[in-house]
Structures are given as C-alpha cells and as structure tokens.
C-alpha cells in the first residue's frame, strides 16, 4: 500500500520556523511530483510549493515565497517543507501530495499535520 505521513507541525510564534516532513512508501518516488497544500478552517486547500523528483523545478506560492523553501531526497523517499517568518495566516492543516508524472497513475494523499502560528 502507498503511505505518504507528513509530521513536524506545531505551534510556534510569528517569526519562528517549522520544518515540514513527507514520508512516502510504497511508490517509486522518483517518479511523483510532491506537493505542498494547506488548509485554513473555512477556507479551500490551496497550493504552497511543490518540486520535481530531480528537484529541478520547484513552485512557491506568491504567499510563502521567500519564506519557505521545498527539498527532496529521493533516496530516502522525504520531502521536505522548511518554513521560516512564519505569519499567523499561515496557519493551517498542512498535506502532502504525490502526483505522477505518468497520468494514468493515480495519486496520492498525506494525512495532514497542524501548524499554529501564534502569540
């Protein structure tokens, strides 16, 4: 079966930093996508990052740019979301998400990890 776990959120204080962990099994990783999505209470999941297996290509949404910053390592099947200057409006239920560059593969869901950004 194909597992993806995010751990490592938290609370912390406006201006801290929290590093994002993706643990994936049972897929061959080199061949996903990962992303990072995140949900606020009443509001949509919306896209953070993502990056190439190869870590070639990485996206950032306009919001987290500067701020965070998305790796990889193949070998040990991870990724990784390291967030700086947190804000409070980055508090959410933070996933991760493998896509396949194959599409007629299916994807795959994280169960989520709780970031607080407070005083």
């Known amino acids: 079966d194909v597992q993806l776990q995010a751990s490592g959120g938290g609370l912390v204080q406006p201006g801290g930093s929290l590093r994002l962990s993706c643990a994936a099994a049972?897929?061959?990783?080199?061949?996903?996508?990962i992303s990072w999505f995140r949900q606020a209470p009443g509001k949509e999941r919306e896209g953070v990052s993502c990056?190439?297996?190869?870590?070639?290509?990485?996206y950032y949404a306009d919001s987290v740019k500067d701020r965070f910053t998305v790796s990889g390592d193949n070998a040990s099947k991870m990724a990784y979301l390291q967030m700086d200057k947190l804000k409070p409006e980055d508090t959410a239920v933070y996933y991760c998400?493998?896509?396949?560059?194959?599409?007629?593969?299916?994807?795959?869901w994280g169960q989520g990890t709780q970031v607080t950004v407070s005083s």
């Open positions: 998400y493998a896509k396949s560059y194959d599409s007629r593969s299916p994807s795959y």
């Open positions: 049972g897929l061959t990783f080199d061949e996903y996508v």
């Open positions: 990056i190439t297996s190869k870590g070639d290509r990485t």
